[in-house]
């Protein structure tokens, strides 16, 4: 495993924290980080819909919106984001106004999944910027998270 790897995989824990602590108070467990260019954390979210009645606080636009606070600029071109689950079409239509270069993502989502499972939105020829998309990291622990608090609702 190099450094970079390893940088991913911290992430990812982190953004698997956020989903836990979702799930905790009823939301989807979902949750998100953004990474800077050096690897360093520069924007959290987790899925606050029902808290907030709020259909747009998906875990990735809360990631994002923190990050261009930090960064004050909604240019996040060197930022990687790293999801425990595939992007859904409004967050790939936010990920891509971004300009983020790279996403990361733990589960494959079947019926919504916006990152080549339902819909390649990221990789369409008709859009400008194509960030790089790296599915599966995690996949087991991400989709297991999604499954236990599934179970739990039904």
Known sequence: MNKYDDVITRAMKEALLLA???AEVGEVPVGAVVLDSGGNIIGRGANLRERDADPL???????????????????????????????????????????????????????????GSVWDILRDPHVGSHPEV?????????????????????
């Open 57 to 115: 606080a998906h875990a990735e636009v809360l990631a994002m919106k923190d990050a261009a606070s930090v960064r004050k600029s909604w240019n996040l071109s060197d930022c990687t984001l790293v999801v425990t689950l595939e992007p859904c079409p409004m967050c790939a239509g936010a990920i891509l106004q971004t300009r983020l270069r790279r996403v990361i993502f733990g589960a494959w989502d079947a019926k919504l999944g916006a990152c």
């Open 20 to 22: 836990r602590e979702a």
């Open 134 to 154: 790296i599915g599966s990291l995690c996949e087991e622990e991400c989709a297991q998270v999604l499954r236990d608090f599934f179970v739990c609702q039904r």
